[in-house]
Structure formats: structure tokens, C-alpha cells
């Protein structure tokens, strides 16, 4: 059974950091393009930031210079590293892997900026 548990979120002041975790177990994370999605109240999930399985990254242009997205496949880990939080990056943020046409999501962890 394929499992993404994400950790790190919580309440934070703008300007702020916060360092987000996913773990997963099931799956070879090493194959897998990862990634972070969010989804703020009312709006659609996006895309934050992903990772290929050789260190590629691709930033959505919102988060670029503040976030920065990391893998360990040893420990099948993936982690977001966010600095200079702003309001607007309040959301629930999701862990994403995907391969050879499977996507696995984890169930989120809140990320609140405050103003």
C-alpha cells in the first residue's frame, strides 16, 4: 500500500519559515517525479514545485527565490523548504508522486501565514 504523509505545516508570521516533510513508504521514490501542490480556500490545487528523480526542479514562478524543493531517496523523503512567507502562500500543501502514469497524493498539511 502506497502511503505520502506530509508534516511541517502549522502558523506562522509573514516573513517567516517553515520547512515541510513527506515521507513515503509503498513506493520506489527514486523513479518517481515529486512534487508539491497547494490549495488555498476557494481556489484550485496548483502546482508549488517538483523534483525529478535525477534533481531537476521547477518552481512555479509565485515561489521562486523563497521556496526550494529537496529529496533524499535513501529515506524516501521529500521536503519544501519556505522562506519569506506572504499571506497569499496560506493553503493546504500536498505531497505529489507520480510514475509511469500512477499519481499518489498524501492528505496535505496546513500552512498558515499570517499578516
Known amino acids: 500500500q502506497v502511503q505520502l504523509v506530509e508534516s511541517g505545516g502549522g502558523l506562522v508570521q509573514a516573513g517567516g519559515s517553515l520547512r515541510l516533510s513527506c515521507v513515503g513508504s509503498g513506493i520506489i521514490f527514486s523513479i518517481n517525479l515529486m512534487g508539491w501542490y497547494r490549495q488555498a480556500p476557494g481556489k484550485q490545487r496548483e502546482l508549488v514545485a517538483s523534483i525529478t528523480s535525477g534533481g531537476n526542479t521547477y518552481y512555479a514562478e509565485s515561489v521562486k527565490d523563497r521556496f526550494t524543493i529537496s529529496r533524499d531517496n535513501t529515506r524516501n523523503a521529500l521536503a519544501l523548504q519556505m522562506n519569506s512567507l506572504k499571506p497569499e502562500d496560506t493553503a493546504v500543501y500536498y505531497c505529489?508522486?507520480?510514475?509511469?502514469?500512477?499519481?499518489?497524493w498524501g492528505n496535505g498539511t496546513l500552512v498558515t501565514v499570517s499578516s
Open positions: 505529489r508522486a507520480a510514475a509511469y502514469g500512477v499519481v499518489y
